[in-house]
T-cell receptor, first 113, second 114 residues
Framework: GDSVTQMEGPVTLSEEAFLTINCTYT??????LFWYVQYPGEGLQLLLKATKADDKGSNKGFEATYRKETTSFHLEKGSVQVSDSAVYFCALSQSLGAQKLVFGQGTRLTINP | GAGVSQTPSNKVTEKGKYVELRCDPI?????LYWYRQSLGQGPEFLIYFQGTGAADDSGLPNDRFFAVRPEGSVSTLKIQRTERGDSAVYLCASSFSLDGNTIYFGEGSWLTVV
């Protein structure tokens, strides 16, 4: 079945550092890809998405590019802030919308001032 | 409220007991989803509804789990004869329709079976 694999955490960085969180997937066809974020005490929120190969999703300074050839959707940010501390989840969906999301295990990110 | 509301936020129950978890979706959202998140794992799909009907319940782990949405708004996830392995955060989410890519999650109901 479909699956998503994320780099293991926790990840700890200093403020203004460059961030990469790796995500690879196994799926048939052309799934939609997502990054969700969970801030402390809050529910999961959609951070960005891409629905076809070579699409780049971006939001709040974060970016991820849908790479069909490497089945990857790595999350990047050029300069992280303390407020980016959260748990990040990569996910895919085979449906037109996001009815059945398949999530990775999550990566906890801590940014130190 | 503005977001998806789930109650209770925390529930501790004894093994073998019956539990109900409630979800109030965002007003106007026709699609509703339940996921389960075990400690250290990502959420796993359980079931989703379009209106009152369960469009896909393939993620329910066994027949002890059941969910309803009788009026197309509030949904209840029901767990019979709870087991310690059912301990997890149960997440509810909603969206305007099944075609919408953005689904909005609640904060979850933490269930602990002792």
């Amino acid at each position: 079945g479909d699956s998503v694999t994320q780099m293991e955490g926790p990840v700890t960085l200093s403020e203004e550092a460059f961030l990469t969180i790796n995500c690879t997937y196994t799926a048939t066809g052309y799934p939609s890809l997502f990054w969700y974020v969970q801030y402390p005490g809050e529910g999961l929120q959609l951070l960005l998405k891409a629905t076809k190969a070579d699409d780049k999703g971006s939001n709040k300074g974060f970016e991820a590019t849908y790479r069909k050839e490497t089945t990857s959707f790595h999350l990047e940010k050029g300069s992280v802030q303390v407020s980016d501390s959260a748990v990040y989840f990569c996910a895919l969906s085979q449906s037109l919308g996001a009815q059945k999301l398949v999530f990775g295990q999550g990566t906890r990110l801590t940014i130190n001032p | 409220g503005a977001g998806v509301s789930q109650t209770p936020s925390n529930k501790v129950t004894e093994k073998g007991k019956y539990v109900e978890l409630r979800c109030d979706p965002i007003s106007g959202h026709t699609a509703l989803y339940w996921y389960r998140q075990s400690l250290g794992q990502g959420p796993e799909f359980l079931i989703y509804f379009q209106g009152t009907g369960a469009a896909d319940d393939s993620g329910l782990p066994n027949d002890r789990f059941f969910a309803v949405r009788p009026e197309g708004s509030v949904s209840t996830l029901k767990i019979q004869r709870t087991e310690r392995g059912d301990s997890a955060v149960y997440l509810c989410a909603s969206s305007f329709s099944l075609d919408g890519n953005t689904i909005y999650f609640g904060e979850g109901s933490w269930l602990t079976v002792v």
